[in-house]
């Protein structure tokens, strides 16, 4: 009650001077505070939480690695070893706003319940409980969606394929609030198999080819209705009819705001937009990086004739002015670029790109799970 009374500037004063760690779990109490820090007015004063590139080769048994938090934070454990052995090593699916959702040693297709969700600043994690029987699916991806300033409780979106010769794709929902799984009614034709991101209660999913974004409203436990809508994205598609075969870019967000990364055609820039109402997006930044990776010449053409950038933009974080990329052609190397210096460094080798499996953006988030959240999947699974 007593930080109501107080001014804005006093109560960042008085954040500003506690220890990394301190206010990062404090940060966690209180809705107010979590918004003061990532407020772009407030947030250079207030202590910065670290973030990096979590990431996984394609390798059997490979475990989940991380690169890019101090050596401080070594009691983040992001190897995920406090989730129990099982008969497979965990491969990582996602990750939303320092959540993470692997599998045990699954894939679209494995069941459900091979699935957990966890907390790597915590150490806290929980297994997804079963889906109800129904049809035959032949495919399933899973979009974990967490977003701390809009509720403590996470979904867990499941897009079904049905194995009836087209791409027909239904959803369901799990919501963390009371462990349960909604059928929602809400069915498409389109290939959801893109980027993904969860902001202010809605899930942007980057189609595979159309360049454009399905947005969905996140629905209460009582709603079974997806609101959904089409947001077409900035610079320019690709796919097989534009004979470009190429990453169509990268989704974040910046205090609030979608945001979106993707290169030019020549690929020596990468343009950055920010989402300005309901469907306009505005340039915030165009890096130039031919010092970066120290060459002209970044589109290609491979014996098909398809053309392809020789860079991939994995991940970036505009409040801590970072870009991550990787060089698909000189060595392989995973590059971090500051936006402030315009200069990039090399953080990470892996000899041939091709074998990495997945990586994604972690910031840890240091809430704990409610207590009615670890205690329901407890009882459903």
């Known amino acids: 009650m007593a930080t109501t009374i107080l001014p804005d500037d006093l109560v960042v004063e008085i954040l500003s001077r506690l220890p990394l760690k301190s206010f990062c779990r404090f940060r966690c109490v209180c809705k107010s505070w979590l918004a003061f820090s990532s407020d772009p007015h407030y947030r250079k004063k207030l ?18 690695h991380f690169v890019g938090l101090p050596s401080g934070d070594r009691d983040i454990d992001t190897t995920l070893s406090f989730v129990p052995c099982y008969e497979h090593p965990l491969e990582l699916k996602g990750c939303s706003n320092g959540l993470l959702m692997c599998y045990h040693g699954g894939t679209g297709s494995k069941e459900i319940s091979d699935a957990i969700v966890c907390n790597p600043a915590t150490q806290e994690w929980m297994a997804l409980p079963n889906t109800e029987p129904g049809p035959a699916v032949s495919y399933a991806d899973l979009k974990l969606c967490f977003d701390p300033l809009w509720s403590q409780h996470f979904y867990v979106f499941q897009f079904e394929t049905t194995p009836n010769g087209g791409y027909d794709t239904e959803v369901k929902v799990f919501f963390s609030e009371d462990s349960t799984w909604s059928n929602c009614l809400w069915e498409t034709s389109d290939i959801l198999g893109g980027d993904s991101l969860f902001l202010n209660g809605v899930l942007y999913v980057d189609h ?34 534009q004979r470009f075969y190429c990453f169509d870019g990268c989704l974040g967000q910046s205090s609030g705001v979608l945001c979106y990364a993707q290169q030019e055609l020549d690929g020596c820039i990468i343009r950055i937009w920010s989402l300005e109402g309901s469907d306009r997006w505005v340039v915030k930044h165009r890096l130039n990086m031919n010092n970066v990776f120290g060459r002209d010449i970044m589109l290609r053409a491979n014996n098909e004739g398809l053309w392809y950038f020789d860079y991939e933009i994995l991940a970036f974080d505009l409040e801590r002015e970072l870009v991550f990329v990787a060089d698909t052609i000189a060595d392989n190397k995973i590059i971090s670029y500051s936006i402030s210096t315009g200069k990039g460094s090399q953080i990470l080798n892996i000899p041939r790109f091709v074998d990495l499996y997945r990586s994604r953006l972690y910031v840890p988030y240091y809430g704990k799970f409610p207590a009615s959240v670890l205690q329901g999947a407890q009882d459903k699974c």
């Open 208 to 241: 595979l080819w159309g360049h454009y974004l399905l947005a969905l409203d996140a629905p209460d436990t009582c709603t079974q209705l997806l609101n959904h809508r089409i947001l077409q994205l900035p610079g320019f598609p690709n796919g097989p009819e």
């Open 47 to 64: 202590p910065r939480t670290p973030s990096g590139l979590l990431y996984q080769k394609n390798e059997h048994g490979n475990a989940i």
